[in-house]
Structure formats: structure tokens, C-alpha cells
């Protein structure tokens, strides 16, 4: 199991500055509520703190990113686990990829099973490389289902899950999970970094939200 130090550092300061923390701070206009939200992501408190709007896989290098299939981008990201579990955040544990479960008399595979030691709890990841669908987020509750009461331990949280997506429909996606009492978030992913107009408008997306 890959673990990764969970008390705030320099090292983690300096990942949140490259994870575009560094231009919330300083396009915003309220510096302490944005850096609190900094903070929220080096030592998350719960789930919402542990997950991000949008991941940036740059790291990746990949020429043509229109053309990933899902096992390619799966095996990238494996192969790039380093990068990759930085990208998501403090706490992150892997775990296991295409995880294997029995429910009923057949066999799932959820594509990517991390451990939060902070929150501890249970985090798992479907990618897709397309739009979110109600079909992937139903997919995704089925799995928590199965975790939360097969695989949760006493001493455990709840699970969360994340859709990764190229894309989303925001009201679809509200809808799919309205009725759930599960931690289901969908994130979108890009596999290059955004241009200089793309940067700016995420940007003051962010500082909104903040």
C-alpha cells in the first residue's frame, strides 16, 4: 500500500500553489476564506474537503487525448501512481485496481480503491472517458452499497465514491444523486493543462465558489 504523509508540509504547500491554490489566494478578494480552503485540502475534515471540481492530469503527457480509451487512461494513471495520488490529495492510500466484488452470483470490478487515512474511509474511482451518465453514477452507488455493508469496518467511515468525466451535465448529475444519502461526487478531468483564457475563466470559477 502507497502511503503518503498526512501532516501539512512545505511539500504539500508547494502542491497546492501548483494545483492553482496560489491564484485563488491572490485573485481573491476574501485571502483568509481562501486560504482556509488550502488548508481544507491539505487536512480535509470530511468528505466534501477531500474532492476537487476539476483534476489535472497533465502529467501524463499523452498526444492525443481525444483518443483514450478508459483501460489506456486506467494503466497511465497506474503507472504515474506518484503523480497521481498527489493530484488527489493528502491522506490518499491505493489500494487496488479493478477491484473484484461478488454481489449476488456476479463479479464487478471497480477500477481504482484507495483508503483515506485521514478520514478513514474507503474512496472509490470509476474513469470515464466521456460525459457523465445517470448509468455511471448508478454504477457507482451500487459499489458504495456493497462496501458500506460488506467491506466497512467498525472503526470505519462511510465510503465515498468519485466519477471522474471529461464532461458533465450539472442538473443531471443533481438529479441522479438527490435521493442518495451516499458521498457521491462527480469531477471533471483534463488531460492538459487549460490555455490562458481557459485558465482565467476556471479561475474566477473557483474564486466563486469560494
Given amino acids: 500500500m502507497l502511503v503518503l504523509n498526512t501532516q501539512p508540509s512545505v511539500r504539500e504547500f508547494r502542491r497546492q500553489i501548483d494545483s492553482l491554490t496560489y491564484e485563488r489566494v491572490g485573485l481573491s478578494g476574501n485571502n483568509k476564506d481562501a486560504f482556509d480552503e488550502a488548508i481544507k485540502k491539505i487536512k480535509p475534515q470530511q468528505a466534501t474537503d477531500l474532492v476537487k471540481s476539476h483534476y ?17 487512461l486506467e494503466q497511465a494513471l497506474i503507472e504515474h501512481l506518484q503523480q497521481f495520488i498527489t493530484e488527489l490529495g493528502n491522506g490518499f492510500c491505493f489500494e487496488a485496481r479493478q477491484k473484484r466484488i461478488l454481489i449476488g452470483d456476479e463479479y464487478y470490478f471497480i477500477d481504482l480503491v484507495f483508503y483515506h487515512r485521514i478520514l478513514k474511509c474507503h474512496i472509490l474511482v470509476e474513469l470515464k472517458t466521456e460525459t457523465a451518465k445517470h448509468e455511471h453514477i448508478g454504477q457507482l452507488k451500487v459499489y458504495l452499497q456493497h462496501y458500506k455493508k460488506i467491506v466497512q469496518e467498525e472503526n470505519d467511515n462511510p465510503p465515498v465514491g468519485i466519477l471522474l468525466v471529461t464532461n458533465q451535465n450539472k442538473t443531471l448529475v443533481e438529479y441522479a444523486i438527490a435521493d442518495s444519502d451516499l458521498d457521491i461526487f462527480v469531477s471533471k478531468y483534463q488531460l492538459q493543462l487549460p490555455n490562458k483564457t481557459e485558465l482565467e475563466a476556471f479561475i474566477n470559477n473557483e474564486i466563486k465558489k469560494l
Fill in 56 to 72: 489535472f492530469f497533465d502529467f501524463l503527457n499523452i498526444r492525443q487525448p481525444h483518443l483514450i480509451e478508459e483501460t489506456e
